[in-house]
Nanobody, 124 residues
Framework: QVQLVESGGGLVQAGGSLRLSCAAS????????MGWFRQAPGKEREFVAA????????YYADSVKGRFTISRDNAKNTLYLQMNSLKPEDTAVYYC?????????????????WGQGTQVTISS
């Protein structure tokens, strides 16, 4: 059974930092692409960042490029999202997602497994 469990969300002031973690289980972690998505109230779920399986190639939404860093520790079966220079518009529920296979994508429907989400709130 594949499970994804996010942690690390919280309330921080604008300009601050947070690191999200996603603990994965149930499949060989290193072979699957992983992604972070977010959803703000009244908005659609949007792509934040993704990392491929096998080679760890990374992809970012333009809105977070240069501020967020996605990484993975295959030995620990864990995905991370380091978020710096946070802005109020980054406020959302952040979801970890997992594909079946190594190719990373930006489209939520292409991810087979999802975590429960963790709330990130940035105050101005």
């Amino acid at each position: 059974q594949v499970q994804l469990v996010e942690s690390g969300g919280g309330l921080v002031q604008a300009g601050g930092s947070l690191r999200l973690s996603c603990a994965a289980s149930g499949r060989t972690f290193s072979g699957d692409a992983m992604g972070w998505f977010r959803q703000a109230p009244g908005k659609e779920r949007e792509f934040v960042a993704a990392i491929s399986g096998s080679y760890g190639v990374t992809y970012y939404a333009d809105s977070v490029k240069g501020r967020f860093t996605i990484s993975r520790d295959n030995a620990k079966n864990t995905l991370y999202l380091q978020m710096n220079s946070l802005k109020p518009e980054d406020t959302a529920v952040y979801y970890c997602a997992r594909r079946v296979g190594p190719v990373a994508t930006r489209q939520p429907p292409t991810y087979a497994y999802w975590g429960q989400g963790t709330q990130v709130t940035i105050s101005s």
